[in-house]
Each structure stands twice: as C-alpha cells, then as structure tokens.
C-alpha cells in the first residue's frame, strides 16, 4: 500500500502536533537467541537513550528496598499491617 505524499506529510506534521495516542502504532518484532537479543536491546537502548542506571558492583537487593515498594498483587497498603483482619 502506496500514501500518496500529501498523506504522508499529514502523518508526518501529526508526530510534531498531534497527542501520542492518537499517532499511527508501529511494531518490530525479530526472533533471534536471548544473547543476541540482549546484546541488540542494549545497543537500541544506548542509541535511544533509554537507558535505565545499572546496579552493576552493587548489592541488588539494597537499590530494591530504596525504590518502589514490594506489594504483592491485589493487597493494599492502607490496612495496617498490625495482624487484624
């Protein structure tokens, strides 16, 4: 399916004004194995600077406890935690 190119410059100006919801989804997908396909993810995230801060010599389990809390599924915070109910 061909755009004709005023159609195409419509869906362009959209990505400058237009909310992200209301933008075309595009999708990329590929098979490779886990190595590969980690390595590849890496490489897209430096390149998009998505990168998240890694906790590479740190104990993990310490940066957990400074994030977000551990809640489990379908429980909420507001009911104490003094045993009752």
Known sequence: MRLSEEATQEILDGFETDPIYRLPMFVLSWEVPRAEAKALAKRLAERF?????????????????????????????????????
């Open 49 to 85: 600077k998505t990168m998240e801060p890694t906790t590479k010599g740190k104990n993990p389990s310490k940066t957990l406890k400074r994030g977000m809390p551990q809640i489990k599924p379908g429980k909420s915070r507001r009911h104490g935690g003094y045993g009752i109910g």
